[in-house]
């Protein structure tokens, strides 16, 4: 689709030099959400696997990133954590909302070549529904997503040193039916192993 001033729905493939770093931008993003997984488990006081499954569960980054609010301000609320707690948390929202506009915006040329993204949902023939992508500020963002990366990593270190995690009684109870489930089970129930699983 062509307008008067517009290119519409651009390839970004098309300009390797910014899909490297709005590729970067998003992906990181991926990997700090993974590691706050981690941080929940901690303040909901559950394993990183039933932490996991929860947050899997829930589709939009944004809410996610607010049940993991929502639980750290509760368990660290008398902390000396909680402060640093909630800068990670301030950091992180200013991340994923640059992410989201990367990750659904529409790519577009105007009249004077460049690349620009545009935000769905908003009119573009205004300033502000649409943005001049600017190469240094692809860098920078993708510095500050790694950064912010970073500190989830870092704090989750500091939360591990300041209550080291236990088997929880979740998960606990998990193994124990697991392993009379299997006790009870006969040969023919057992689950059928395909030749790439792995064997004991």
Not at 23 to 47: K, P, Q, R, Y
Not at 66 to 73: I, M, P, Q, R, T
Request: charged share 20%.
């Amino acid at each position: 689709m062509t307008n008067k001033s517009m290119k519409m729905n651009v390839m970004i493939s098309d300009h390797p030099e910014y899909a490297k770093y709005i590729a970067n931008i998003i992906t990181t993003w991926n990997s700090t959400e993974h590691a706050l997984g981690s941080v929940f488990a901690i303040v909901v006081g559950t394993d990183p696997w039933h932490s996991g499954r929860i947050l899997g569960a829930i589709a939009n980054s944004g809410a996610k990133l607010a049940l993991v609010e929502s639980a750290g301000k509760y368990t660290l609320e008398y902390s000396p954590l909680l402060e640093e707690f909630n800068n990670l948390i301030a950091e992180l929202k200013t991340i994923i909302k640059s992410r989201n506009t990367y990750a659904h915006g529409v790519y577009a040329i105007d009249n004077k070549g460049r690349l620009n993204i545009l935000r769905q949902g908003r009119d573009w023939t205004n300033q502000k529904g649409r943005k001049l992508l600017n190469m240094k500020q692809l860098k920078d963002q993708w510095q500050k997503s790694i950064k912010a990366f970073n500190n989830v990593i870092r704090f989750h270190n500091l939360l591990c040193q300041e209550m080291p995690q236990s088997p929880s009684s979740v998960w606990l109870y998990r193994c124990q039916t697991q392993a009379r489930h299997y006790q009870t089970h006969t040969p023919d129930q057992q689950p059928v192993l395909e030749s790439n699983d792995i064997k004991p």
